[in-house]
């Protein structure tokens, strides 16, 4: 399976500061409506951000081969949106540091045996995607970066159509309509390897 430059500790980091970048402007602004077609708010769409990062680090230091750890992030509910936005920087400092120091062969658990890269394409892909999501809810135009979209279709989404990176991660994540294409009511990417 071929690796991406980006799928590493510095990919995160960069996805996290474009979140951070983008967001952190229109923390004033009212959280509390759907980030985009989520059921959920702009600030609890954020909180899972984080949620998903730490995760994602414990699963890759931890190590399990059968589930995910019995933990869970709680961002106080009285947190701002700009310090939940410190909270996604953190988690995700966590799993940008998890994903440079594992051994290459580490494997844990995400519905089979997965690699670092795969957990960074995870990491890349619930903040890029949830980012677009929150921008959508507070009414900002905002589309993740080509590259990292690239990187994220390549590892997970190895049956994705060609076109403009972006434009096919919110398709293959069912945010999107693509050309002809209707936007998809089901789907699922494959972070497990053999």
């Known amino acids: 399976m071929p690796t991406d430059e980006r799928l590493t500790g510095r990919g995160v980091r960069d996805a996290v500061d474009e979140a951070t970048r983008t967001l952190g402007p229109y923390t004033g602004r009212d959280w509390t409506g759907p980030a985009g077609g989520l059921d959920w708010s702009c600030r609890t769409t954020a909180a899972h951000i984080a949620h998903d990062l730490l995760g994602y680090a414990t699963q ?8 995910y750890l019995p933990l869970d992030l709680r961002v106080h509910p009285d ?3 700009a310090q939940v936005l410190v909270v996604v920087t953190a ?3 966590l799993l940008a540091a998890a994903l440079d120091t594992v051994p290459a062969h580490t494997r844990a658990w995400h519905w089979g045996p997965c690699d670092p890269p795969g957990f960074a394409a995870m990491g890349i892909a619930e903040t890029l995607l949830h980012t677009y999501d929150i921008t959508r809810g507070l009414g900002v135009t ?4 080509a590259a990292s979209s690239a990187a994220v ?4 989404f190895p ?4 076109g ?4 096919v991660l919110l ?3 069912g945010r999107a309509t693509l050309g002809e294409r209707p936007r998809r009511v089901s789907w699922t990417w494959r972070a497990a390897v053999d």
């Open 171 to 173: 398709w293959m994540t």
């Open 164 to 167: 403009d990176p972006a434009d």
């Open 153 to 156: 279709l390549g590892r997970l």
């Open 142 to 145: 905002w589309r993740p970066p």
């Open 60 to 67: 890759l230091t931890g190590r399990p081969d059968t589930g």
């Open 159 to 162: 049956d994705a159509p060609t």
């Open 79 to 81: 947190a701002t949106p």
């Open 91 to 93: 988690c995700g400092g």
